[in-house]
């Protein structure tokens, strides 16, 4: 086995490629390319391999940010396809994994430090009992993780398409526009870059006003500065829907391990965050409030999780134990 594997972490603007230590799981050489300036993802790795030459790379893991089959992979946000065997053969690899990039930040956890994490309520975590992650971005990401037989194992799906579900009056009346708007309401709805844009556009409708034409900073910049009543509106309810549908995610699987926070929206107003109403939220879970009460929160620091996540599944997929 050779000492560095190559992992990848693949969404629509960029591809970001880094290497892995197989002895520790370390990440290193990260370079991110854009995937505007490639024909294909095979491309980019062949340059990247290239610059690494002297390293003798066998073995790899690719998260990318789309559904993942047994061989044949399309992006759902840029138009590159391959097939995973295809590319394995041309790239002369030993072994090559193809991953959901939000399988791969389930598959994190496990190597994040405790400076890797801000806790948000709870107790401490519970070793290996189930774990939850979700995260807002462009969409709504969610996967679980599972300790069983001394290895883990994530649990894929596309939680973020679940039915949102109201649970208060302002709610009631969010759920009312969105649906006249949009037939299904899904979680993502609300919970995305999108769903700022959603909430603030349901707030002012609710009240028989007209939206401005806002993007998802101009809602977040706004509210910050406390220079749109309806803007902090919209994001005070997106925390609080945070909470509702991580409380949701902690009693599904209950999740003792730790209910953890990726994705890009929430670093951008952390403190507006932490002041908000969002462990109240995922804590209003009615006779079973003292259930997920000892449920910590925990938001990702670390700036690579998808590429640590790729490492840990490769190394595990090569029989290390994490």
């Known amino acids: ?92 690899l030993a072994n090559l994994e193809v991953i959901n990039d939000f399988t791969a930040i389930s598959m994190a ?59 208060s009056e302002e709610e009631d009346q969010i759920l009312q526009v969105l649906r006249d708007e949009l037939g299904h309401v899904s979680a993502e709805r609300l919970l995305s870059g999108m769903g700022l844009v959603n909430l603030y556009r349901a707030i002012v409708k609710s009240d028989d006003r007209v939206p401005e034409n806002l993007k998802p900073k101009d809602v977040t910049e706004r509210a910050l500065a406390d220079s749109c009543t309806d803007c902090r509106r919209a994001l005070s309810l997106f925390c609080v829907i945070m909470g509702r549908f991580g409380g949701n995610l902690a009693l599904t699987l209950a999740t003792f391990g730790g209910v953890y926070i990726a994705g890009g929206i929430v670093p951008r107003f952390l403190d507006f965050f932490k002041a908000s109403g969002f462990r109240s939220a995922f804590e209003d879970k009615g006779r079973f409030r003292d259930f997920v009460a000892d449920i910590p929160v925990f938001l990702i620091t670390h700036d690579q999780p998808g590429l640590l996540g790729a490492g840990a599944h490769l190394r595990q997929a090569l029989g290390q134990v994490l």
């Open 1 to 92: 086995m050779t000492n560095y594997a190559l992992v990848g972490d693949v969404g629509g603007t960029n591809a970001r490629l880094a290497l892995c230590e197989l002895a520790s799981g370390a990440i290193s050489q990260i370079k991110t390319f854009s995937t505007s300036d490639y024909d294909s993802l095979e491309a980019v790795i062949r340059v990247y391999l290239d610059e690494h030459a002297q390293e003798k790379i066998a073995d790899a893991a690719i998260a990318i940010a789309c559904p993942v089959g047994d061989d044949w992979i399309e992006m759902t946000n840029h138009s590159w396809a391959f097939s995973c065997k295809e590319m394995k053969k041309n790239l002369g």
């Open 109 to 167: 956890i496990p190597m994040l430090a405790e400076s890797d994490v801000l806790q948000f309520g709870g107790k401490a975590a519970v070793k290996d009992k189930p774990i939850a992650v979700y995260g807002a971005g462009t969409g709504l990401g969610v996967a679980h993780l599972v300790h069983v037989d001394k290895r883990w194992v994530s649990l894929p799906g596309e939680g973020g398409h679940v039915d949102f579900a109201a649970n």
